[in-house]
């Protein structure tokens, strides 16, 4: 089972700062990563900067087609003006079928804002007490998280490979 | 004023080609590029892959990915995810209506890029048409040449600019 998580964290550069950190807790094997992207949302910006960390993952797990369209629908489909109720609710539900729901989509919408950062970590076999205890305790994130169950997965794999 | 164009090649490596073709017009000042995205759809794979400007130095700050992630999620991923991001595609037709992109557009492109073709996808300002098509001439033909209205030109280019 796999899990994609989202540290959001109360400034800008905060996510950029714990890139290293994630590296340093993979190699201690606390968690294996198997693609991670940042946002970096400076306050003022009209939208988020983005980029998926293909250092940290050696070979990512899935193409920049996934971020691209998880990072529209999050971020873009508001900008592009859509008035709220027609179609945002299909629009928020449409990765339902990979274990990506619409409270996600819209929780990280919520949280995720100007003057804010997030890393966004699909994983398995993370020790989260640990990890939380870095992130949350050292710099103040908060958790967003969703578990993928196999199947869905499996999908999430099988449509979005490299 | 800018138009979105793509431009498809019957061979799955002739829009890379083409790309670096059009990069020499633009040093040549014959075109200004917002932002641009390859697909490229190799005989016998399940789908196409696609890259954008993000991981080009000098338009980092332009191409977030996200616009190329729901057009292209639209186009080729939503409909292999399952029911869920079915639903999610017409309403994310509506979502790039706004941007000048019409749903008839959209079934043309997934008609059109198949197996074994390829597509260049360009934003651009300033671009004398005719004579970049003659630049790229002999490999390709234009697929798609948006008729974009002031306000759909704005938003195009309010959600790829920072």
Not at chain 2, 44 to 68: C, H, I, Q, V
């Amino acid at each position: 089972m796999a899990t994609l998580t989202v540290w959001r964290f109360p400034d800008a550069n905060g996510a950029d700062r714990a890139e290293a950190t994630l590296e340093r807790l993979q190699k201690e094997r606390l968690i294996k990563v198997h693609d991670a992207a940042i946002v970096s949302w400076p306050d003022g910006a009209k939208k988020p900067k983005t980029r998926q960390l293909n250092d940290l993952t050696g070979v990512a797990a899935l193409s920049g087609s996934f971020w691209g369209l998880l990072f529209g629908l999050i971020f873009l489909v508001p900008l592009i003006g859509m008035a709220v109720g027609a179609g945002m609710g299909a629009l928020a539900g449409s990765m339902s079928d990979v274990g990506i729901d619409d409270d996600f989509i819209n929780g990280v919408r919520d949280q995720v804002t100007p003057g804010t950062s997030a890393l966004f970590v699909l994983s398995s076999e993370a020790v989260l007490d640990k990890i939380h205890n870095v992130f949350v305790t050292g710099e103040n994130a908060e958790l967003i998280q969703t578990n993928l169950d196999d199947e869905q997965e499996a999908k999430l794999r099988d449509v979005f490979a490299v | 004023m800018a138009t979105f164009t793509v431009w498809k090649f019957d061979q799955p490596d002739g829009a890379e080609d083409a790309e670096r073709r059009l990069l020499e017009a633009e040093s040549d000042g014959l075109v200004s590029v917002v932002d641009r995205a390859v697909v490229s759809w190799p005989v016998g794979a399940k789908r196409p892959s696609t890259r954008y400007s993000e991981d080009d130095e000098l338009r980092r700050d332009a191409g977030w990915g996200a616009l190329w992630g729901l057009l292209f999620g639209a186009l080729f991923f939503m409909p292999l995810l399952g029911a869920a991001a079915g639903a999610g595609i017409g309403a994310l037709h509506k979502a790039l209506e706004r941007v000048g992109i019409s749903a008839e557009q959209m079934d043309t492109l997934r008609w059109q890029i198949t197996e074994g073709t390829s597509a260049l996808f360009l934003v651009t300002e300033g671009a004398d048409l005719v004579r970049l098509g003659e630049r790229l001439r002999g490999t390709s033909w234009v697929l798609m040449d948006s008729d974009l209205t002031d306000v759909e030109q704005a938003r195009l280019l309010g959600v790829l600019r920072g």
